[in-house]
């Protein structure tokens, strides 16, 4: 365990704010009908449709679906950083009172990087080569926190390097990206993410390109911003085994929709979509285990090849003539557990049997 | 070292034309109304001349080619060879022995060094020994020296290995340096600061190899010019474009094109002079059908001189008759070729011309506007049926198979005529380095014009060019562009074709 | 460090000395000087006693030593032509054209990241064809007529500046005008190709993640990433600016290396030929070596040994 993150207190001159603490209904985020469209040859095409969903303070979201899944567009989307590529973005995405959809670049700068911290999935090319680690860390302070003098910012960003286990800050201060290994680069990723203590991480695929034992102490390190911090979190992954242990909520995407979100325990618990529970089974576990790790058969969908009515229809068991053809309406299934499937009663008595 | 493409040359100088010519129409309006400034009183005046080349130093001892002209104005020579053949300079008289073996100067002493030592003989001892050193340059010009002497104070002797009626113009050009100052500050110091007898005093060296010269006040003549800067510009362009903003004086060798556009700029004038460089074809006699005379002769009788004259000089020049030409001492004056090309035709056939393509080399520079010269023989000759190939050659590249005497078929080049026609005959006729043919009577009237003179030399110099030329044909004569100066109005300026003439002669 | 440093000279040493071989090889095929230096009239026993004393009846093998054994000294002979010591020739001229090139280089680099900047900052693709046609017009131009074109404009028609030799700073403007803007088009497309790719990286997503702006990025960022190709390409196209300098030289009448080269190779006088050669292949290594250095101190990844 890593020492306590209370150090990484906002400094006391701080700008105005941009967001509040929360939204007016208690939320930290709500997101509603996100749509990000994209220009393709055959015309624009939504790679995220219709994602809505809400984060309470101190909440830890996940995000899972394959690739392609519209997943990570949906969150880049959420903090602006796909409005040079999209070439339409709808819906809105409250964050402490101001819809990051609508808000200015000028508006988003501020919040991006002291209210949202963001973490991504390869931390070797998420920084920059050719400027030393201390350099990119103390930036994120000083483009938010003018006037503070070198000493103080190098203060800082040691302390920041410390609160995340990196051995001998001090020293490395002055390294570039290529002389940490893969688990400190993400891990000064990380500092660089918390370094203002924000209200908001958002974390891309954190884990994935880092070793089993590092990908545990990552995730150790999520949860204790959350817990020391306070920080919302939001984790976006392919890997649901992830999110088991370090979720309070979670949201399963395909071909650009949601199609299940629910607490932890319901989407583990009582799947109500195929496709979660397609995913579950490919997780190894203890008890049955198996000598191939399984992947969900058949293929996503690509951009702008949308299989009609329900699209995950080509690789479900249950798939039925309806499937073929209409596009299932969100149902609410349980307390806070929705899902959209045709068949989702069919779902609950399969999981039943299996159990 | 690169070569050029030569479409982009074109391309290039086509450009440039256009450019030019808006610039100076430009120019010519601004400054139209009230014109000719010109003619006006001389005024000495400071001017600046360009160089073609930089000079590496300057001391006429080592260097034969770099410095000419600034070694014209710096240093005096024994005597001063004039249009009207050579005036005494630093020697008061010369004579020869009746065997033409002993050339005896005497040397007017009075004359003195511009840094006021006094001249005697053994400055010009002291030159001339360092030129007839092994590895010295002016050896090639001095070869027929046996030895030198100097006997009295004020008398300096040559000893000849072989009679030259011309040697008075190849010893007595050369520039004397003073012995005691050259030995005291050395080679390099005298080249950082030479001093001579002539008009001009070294004044200061100016970058990149050029020097500033100003007027010496105890030269006997007073100087048309104060000072002279002599600044190395190598480009052509840049040559014309400095003398239209004022910042040279007088560029020399204007292209004939350029002359209209720049005689309508009322600050410049322009000069024109009779040339001394003759364009010709040479055979090479060794191979057929070369060795033909009648081949020879028709190949001579190809060309619409005149024709060629306006068309590729744009008639600044004239048709040469044979190489040694005015303005040179003794020239013949003969009259060029008249074109047949029925006749020409005829002669070639007899001459037993098989009809396969005959090399013609030539070198793409020195030789005035060298390709379209080149395809314009190449097409004259096509008329009358001998098919030639062309090849261009580099200067330099030429200049070493035309010593050699690897040339094959015929050549084209440019021949400058020196003051005396001695230039020519050793170089193209008398047996040299350069000559394709043998010929035992062309030697024989050779012989004779170096060991006569007068009228009698004058007439063996003539029956010597009318054997080479047109007896023997040897030579097909094409023409001769003239000397064109481009100068500030209302300079004292008169150039001759040997000379721009920055000094007041004597 | 000092290791490399050794290295990069035990090479620097091993690149001259090829160059000097390769020299006195190239001058020697050229032909024989005589012909040139001698008069027309000159026979061909005078040339063979003149050849003798300048030591060129010499097997060719004992006048490569002899060659050798001058360069260790830094003696590579006697001008043929002018009969002052060869190298003093070329030194004497070195710092016009060192100062020429130099500047040229310097004001190269500034206006193409200057114009690079500002077409990334702005990201206007109507500018950039505008800057970018420019510079290709120009490429399009052989150096020697442009330099003709300037001349003309600035120097004949509006008399602004002047064209013949180095006297004071607006001497400077036309030559380094004509050799600077040579390798613009070359030097906008490699830093266009080098932003757009560093622009993609992932690093750049990071730093808008943090709150930086997008022109804040590009400089912060995305600059220091591409100056480091760039400064290879520059230090590439070195050549080109010696190349440059030659036409450059003779047009604008400047007192450098360059233009005495040319002289020296018409005249064939090897002395100065081979002193100009190896004058300027030593500081072409010179150079070459410190833009290793400065690309290594940029860049982090590259360890010198």
Redesign the interface.
Same mark, same amino acid.
């Given at each position: 365990m890593s020492p306590s993150m209370t150090a990484l207190r906002r400094p006391t001159q701080s700008a105005p704010e941009i967001a509040a603490p929360k939204n007016s209904d208690g939320s930290l985020l709500r997101v509603e009908n996100l749509r990000v469209e994209f220009r393709t040859p055959a015309g624009p095409v939504p790679a995220v449709d219709g994602v809505t969903f809400d984060l309470a303070p101190g909440e830890i979201l996940g995000i899972v679906g394959e690739s392609g899944s519209g997943k990570s567009v949906a969150l880049s989307s959420i903090v602006g950083l796909t409005r040079g590529e999209a070439s339409g973005i709808s819906g809105s995405a409250h964050f402490g009172g101001l819809d990051l959809i609508t808000a200015s670049e000028k508006e988003l700068r501020k919040v991006r990087g002291r209210d949202i911290g963001m973490v991504f999935q390869n931390p070797m090319t998420s920084l920059n080569p050719v400027r030393t680690i201390g350099t990119q860390l103390a930036e994120a302070i000083s483009l938010h926190y003018k006037g503070l003098s070198r000493s103080e910012l190098k203060d800082r960003v040691i302390a920041a390097l410390r609160q995340v286990g990196v051995p001998a800050a001090e020293k490395r201060l002055g390294q570039y990206a290529h002389e940490f290994s893969g688990g400190m680069q993400q891990r000064a990723m990380i500092a660089m993410a918390l370094v203002n203590s924000p209200r908001l991480v958002i974390a891309d695929e954190p884990t994935t390109a880092l070793d089993v034992t590092i990908q545990a102490q990552v995730l150790d390190l999520l949860v204790q911003a959350r817990d020391e911090l306070g920080a919302s979190i939001i984790i976006v992954t392919h890997d649901l085994g992830v999110l088991a242990e370090i979720a309070d909520r979670i949201v399963v995407m395909y071909a650009g929709r949601m199609v299940e979100s629910g607490s932890v325990y319901d989407i583990f618990d009582r799947p109500r979509h195929p496709y979660t529970e397609r995913l579950q089974a490919c997780l190894p576990s203890l008890e049955t285990p198996r000598k191939r790790l399984l992947t969900v058969a058949g293929q996503a969908p690509v951009l702008g090849a949308r299989p009609s009515g329900c699209a995950f229809h080509p690789r479900c068991f249950l798939a039925s003539d309806i499937c073929f053809t209409e596009d299932p309406a969100s149902t609410t299934v349980g307390d806070g557990h929705v899902a959209s499937c045709h068949h989702s009663d069919l779902m609950a008595a399969h999981v039943k049997e299996d159990l | 070292m690169r070569s050029y493409n030569r479409r982009w040359i074109a391309a290039a100088a086509a450009s440039i034309a256009v450019v030019m010519l808006a610039a100076s129409c430009g120019g010519s309006s601004s400054g139209g109304g009230s014109s000719s400034s010109s003619d006006g009183p001389a005024v000495a005046a400071d001017i600046s001349v360009p160089l073609p080349a930089p000079l590496a130093v300057i001391d006429p001892t080592v260097d034969t080619a770099a410095g000419g002209t600034v070694y014209g104005v710096l240093f005096r020579s024994l005597v001063f060879n004039g249009l009207d053949g050579p005036v005494p300079a630093l020697a008061k008289s010369w004579a020869i022995s009746p065997d033409g073996l002993t050339w005896t100067y005497t040397l007017d002493t009075s004359l003195k060094f511009q840094d006021g030592s006094a001249f005697d003989s053994a400055d010009v001892l002291f030159t001339f020994q360092k030129m007839l050193t092994a590895g010295n340059p002016h050896l090639g010009t001095l070869s027929i020296v046996a030895s030198i002497e100097a006997p009295t104070p004020d008398t300096f002797v040559f000893h000849l290995k072989t009679p030259n009626a011309a040697f008075i113009i190849l010893s007595g050009g050369k520039s004397i340096v003073p012995s005691d100052y050259y030995q005291s500050v050395g080679a390099d110091g005298f080249s950082k600061s030479p001093i001579g007898a002539g008009p001009y005093k070294f004044d200061s060296a100016v970058a990149g190899g050029g020097v500033k010269v100003t007027a010496w006040a105890d030269y006997p003549i007073k100087q048309p010019f104060k000072s002279i800067d002599f600044v190395p510009v190598p480009s052509p362009q840049a040559q014309i474009a400095g003398l239209q903003t004022g910042t040279l004086d007088v560029v020399a060798n204007v292209a004939a094109s350029q002359v209209e556009t720049l005689k309508s700029d009322s600050k410049l004038k322009i000069t024109e002079t009779e040339g001394n460089n003759v364009a010709f074809i040479a055979f090479n006699t060794g191979q057929a059908p070369m060795s033909s005379l009648d081949f020879r002769e028709g190949v001579d009788l190809a060309f619409d001189r005149d024709a060629m004259v306006k068309t590729l000089l744009s008639g600044h020049g004239v048709a040469a008759g044979g190489l040694i030409t005015q303005p040179t001492i003794g020239y013949p004056d003969l009259d060029a070729p008249k074109y047949d090309a029925t006749a020409a035709k005829a002669a070639i056939k007899k001459s037993g011309y098989d009809g396969s393509a005959i090399n013609l080399t030539y070198p793409t520079s020195v030789l005035l506007n060298a390709d379209l010269t080149a395809q314009a023989v190449a097409s004259y000759l096509n008329d009358v049926g001998v098919k030639v190939t062309l090849i261009p050659l580099d200067y330099t590249t030429f200049l070493q198979q035309w010593a050699a005497k690897t040339i094959q078929g015929m050549y084209i080049m440019g021949y400058n005529n020196g003051i005396d026609a001695d230039t020519i005959i050793s170089s193209l006729y008398a047996g040299g380095s350069r000559v394709l043919f043998t010929d035992d009577a062309v030697t024989t009237a050779v012989a004779l014009t170096r060991t006569t003179s007068g009228d009698v030399r004058v007439k063996a110099l003539k029956a010597l060019e009318e054997l080479v030329m047109e007896t023997k044909h040897y030579y097909a004569p094409l023409m001769m562009p003239n000397v064109i100066y481009a100068s500030t109005a209302g300079l004292p300026f008169t150039p001759n074709a040997f000379s721009p003439m920055y000094a007041a002669p004597k | 460090m000092t290791r490399y440093v050794a290295i990069r000279l035990a090479q620097a040493a091993l690149t001259i000395y090829l160059i000097l071989t390769l020299t006195f090889v190239l001058a020697r095929m050229?032909?024989?000087p005589?012909?040139? =230096?001698?008069?027309?009239?000159?026979?061909? !026993?005078?040339?063979a006693?003149?050849r003798?004393?300048?030591g060129l009846d010499k097997p060719m093998f004992e006048q490569y030593i002899d060659y050798l054994k001058g360069a260790v000294h830094l003696d590579f002979g006697r001008?043929l032509?002018?009969?002052?010591p060869a190298l003093d020739?070329i030194t004497e001229?070195l710092p016009?054209t060192l100062k020429l090139a130099g500047i040229s280089l310097v004001v190269s680099i500034i206006l193409a990241l200057g114009l690079g900047l500002i077409i990334e900052l702005t990201n206007s693709e109507r500018l950039r064809t505008f800057i970018l046609s420019g510079a290709l017009l120009r490429e399009a131009i052989?150096a /020697?007529?442009f330099a003709?074109?300037l001349?003309?404009?600035f120097?004949?028609?509006l008399?602004w500046l002047? /064209?013949?030799?180095?006297?004071g700073f607006s001497s400077y403007v036309m030559p380094v005008a004509t050799l600077s803007s040579a390798t613009l088009a070359l030097y906008l497309r490699v830093l266009r190709s080098n932003f757009s790719d560093e622009r993609s990286? !992932?690093?750049m997503?990071?730093? =808008?993640?943090?709150?930086?702006?997008r022109s804040y990025a590009i400089i912060?960022?995305a600059f220091?990433?591409v100056l480091?190709p760039f400064i290879t390409v520059v230090a590439l196209n070195l050549g080109f600016l010696i190349?440059g300098s030659v036409l450059v030289e003779?047009? /604008?009448?400047?007192?450098?290396v360059a233009?005495?080269m040319?002289?020296a190779?018409?005249?064939?006088d090897f002395p100065?030929i081979q002193a100009g050669v190896i004058m300027i292949a030593t500081v072409f290594v010179i150079v070459n070596i410190l833009a290793d250095i400065v690309s290594s101190k940029?860049?982090?990844?590259i360890e010198l040994s």
């Amino acid at each position: 365990m890593s020492p306590s993150m209370t150090a990484l207190r906002r400094p006391t001159q701080s700008a105005p704010e941009i967001a509040a603490p929360k939204n007016s209904d208690g939320s930290l985020l709500r997101v509603e009908n996100l749509r990000v469209e994209f220009r393709t040859p055959a015309g624009p095409v939504p790679a995220v449709d219709g994602v809505t969903f809400d984060l309470a303070p101190g909440e830890i979201l996940g995000i899972v679906g394959e690739s392609g899944s519209g997943k990570s567009v949906a969150l880049s989307s959420i903090v602006g950083l796909t409005r040079g590529e999209a070439s339409g973005i709808s819906g809105s995405a409250h964050f402490g009172g101001l819809d990051l959809i609508t808000a200015s670049e000028k508006e988003l700068r501020k919040v991006r990087g002291r209210d949202i911290g963001m973490v991504f999935q390869n931390p070797m090319t998420s920084l920059n080569p050719v400027r030393t680690i201390g350099t990119q860390l103390a930036e994120a302070i000083s483009l938010h926190y003018k006037g503070l003098s070198r000493s103080e910012l190098k203060d800082r960003v040691i302390a920041a390097l410390r609160q995340v286990g990196v051995p001998a800050a001090e020293k490395r201060l002055g390294q570039y990206a290529h002389e940490f290994s893969g688990g400190m680069q993400q891990r000064a990723m990380i500092a660089m993410a918390l370094v203002n203590s924000p209200r908001l991480v958002i974390a891309d695929e954190p884990t994935t390109a880092l070793d089993v034992t590092i990908q545990a102490q990552v995730l150790d390190l999520l949860v204790q911003a959350r817990d020391e911090l306070g920080a919302s979190i939001i984790i976006v992954t392919h890997d649901l085994g992830v999110l088991a242990e370090i979720a309070d909520r979670i949201v399963v995407m395909y071909a650009g929709r949601m199609v299940e979100s629910g607490s932890v325990y319901d989407i583990f618990d009582r799947p109500r979509h195929p496709y979660t529970e397609r995913l579950q089974a490919c997780l190894p576990s203890l008890e049955t285990p198996r000598k191939r790790l399984l992947t969900v058969a058949g293929q996503a969908p690509v951009l702008g090849a949308r299989p009609s009515g329900c699209a995950f229809h080509p690789r479900c068991f249950l798939a039925s003539d309806i499937c073929f053809t209409e596009d299932p309406a969100s149902t609410t299934v349980g307390d806070g557990h929705v899902a959209s499937c045709h068949h989702s009663d069919l779902m609950a008595a399969h999981v039943k049997e299996d159990l | 070292m690169r070569s050029y493409n030569r479409r982009w040359i074109a391309a290039a100088a086509a450009s440039i034309a256009v450019v030019m010519l808006a610039a100076s129409c430009g120019g010519s309006s601004s400054g139209g109304g009230s014109s000719s400034s010109s003619d006006g009183p001389a005024v000495a005046a400071d001017i600046s001349v360009p160089l073609p080349a930089p000079l590496a130093v300057i001391d006429p001892t080592v260097d034969t080619a770099a410095g000419g002209t600034v070694y014209g104005v710096l240093f005096r020579s024994l005597v001063f060879n004039g249009l009207d053949g050579p005036v005494p300079a630093l020697a008061k008289s010369w004579a020869i022995s009746p065997d033409g073996l002993t050339w005896t100067y005497t040397l007017d002493t009075s004359l003195k060094f511009q840094d006021g030592s006094a001249f005697d003989s053994a400055d010009v001892l002291f030159t001339f020994q360092k030129m007839l050193t092994a590895g010295n340059p002016h050896l090639g010009t001095l070869s027929i020296v046996a030895s030198i002497e100097a006997p009295t104070p004020d008398t300096f002797v040559f000893h000849l290995k072989t009679p030259n009626a011309a040697f008075i113009i190849l010893s007595g050009g050369k520039s004397i340096v003073p012995s005691d100052y050259y030995q005291s500050v050395g080679a390099d110091g005298f080249s950082k600061s030479p001093i001579g007898a002539g008009p001009y005093k070294f004044d200061s060296a100016v970058a990149g190899g050029g020097v500033k010269v100003t007027a010496w006040a105890d030269y006997p003549i007073k100087q048309p010019f104060k000072s002279i800067d002599f600044v190395p510009v190598p480009s052509p362009q840049a040559q014309i474009a400095g003398l239209q903003t004022g910042t040279l004086d007088v560029v020399a060798n204007v292209a004939a094109s350029q002359v209209e556009t720049l005689k309508s700029d009322s600050k410049l004038k322009i000069t024109e002079t009779e040339g001394n460089n003759v364009a010709f074809i040479a055979f090479n006699t060794g191979q057929a059908p070369m060795s033909s005379l009648d081949f020879r002769e028709g190949v001579d009788l190809a060309f619409d001189r005149d024709a060629m004259v306006k068309t590729l000089l744009s008639g600044h020049g004239v048709a040469a008759g044979g190489l040694i030409t005015q303005p040179t001492i003794g020239y013949p004056d003969l009259d060029a070729p008249k074109y047949d090309a029925t006749a020409a035709k005829a002669a070639i056939k007899k001459s037993g011309y098989d009809g396969s393509a005959i090399n013609l080399t030539y070198p793409t520079s020195v030789l005035l506007n060298a390709d379209l010269t080149a395809q314009a023989v190449a097409s004259y000759l096509n008329d009358v049926g001998v098919k030639v190939t062309l090849i261009p050659l580099d200067y330099t590249t030429f200049l070493q198979q035309w010593a050699a005497k690897t040339i094959q078929g015929m050549y084209i080049m440019g021949y400058n005529n020196g003051i005396d026609a001695d230039t020519i005959i050793s170089s193209l006729y008398a047996g040299g380095s350069r000559v394709l043919f043998t010929d035992d009577a062309v030697t024989t009237a050779v012989a004779l014009t170096r060991t006569t003179s007068g009228d009698v030399r004058v007439k063996a110099l003539k029956a010597l060019e009318e054997l080479v030329m047109e007896t023997k044909h040897y030579y097909a004569p094409l023409m001769m562009p003239n000397v064109i100066y481009a100068s500030t109005a209302g300079l004292p300026f008169t150039p001759n074709a040997f000379s721009p003439m920055y000094a007041a002669p004597k | 460090m000092t290791r490399y440093v050794a290295i990069r000279l035990a090479q620097a040493a091993l690149t001259i000395y090829l160059i000097l071989t390769l020299t006195f090889v190239l001058a020697r095929m050229a032909g024989d000087p005589t012909a040139l =230096l001698l008069p027309a009239e000159t026979n061909s !026993e005078d040339a063979a006693i003149y050849r003798k004393a300048l030591g060129l009846d010499k097997p060719m093998f004992e006048q490569y030593i002899d060659y050798l054994k001058g360069a260790v000294h830094l003696d590579f002979g006697r001008s043929l032509r002018g009969g002052g010591p060869a190298l003093d020739f070329i030194t004497e001229r070195l710092p016009a054209t060192l100062k020429l090139a130099g500047i040229s280089l310097v004001v190269s680099i500034i206006l193409a990241l200057g114009l690079g900047l500002i077409i990334e900052l702005t990201n206007s693709e109507r500018l950039r064809t505008f800057i970018l046609s420019g510079a290709l017009l120009r490429e399009a131009i052989p150096a /020697f007529v442009f330099a003709l074109m300037l001349i003309l404009l600035f120097g004949v028609k509006l008399q602004w500046l002047p /064209f013949i030799g180095m006297n004071g700073f607006s001497s400077y403007v036309m030559p380094v005008a004509t050799l600077s803007s040579a390798t613009l088009a070359l030097y906008l497309r490699v830093l266009r190709s080098n932003f757009s790719d560093e622009r993609s990286k !992932e690093y750049m997503r990071t730093a =808008l993640a943090k709150g930086e702006s997008r022109s804040y990025a590009i400089i912060r960022e995305a600059f220091p990433n591409v100056l480091l190709p760039f400064i290879t390409v520059v230090a590439l196209n070195l050549g080109f600016l010696i190349v440059g300098s030659v036409l450059v030289e003779t047009v /604008f009448s400047w007192p450098g290396v360059a233009y005495a080269m040319v002289q020296a190779v018409t005249q064939r006088d090897f002395p100065v030929i081979q002193a100009g050669v190896i004058m300027i292949a030593t500081v072409f290594v010179i150079v070459n070596i410190l833009a290793d250095i400065v690309s290594s101190k940029l860049d982090p990844r590259i360890e010198l040994s």
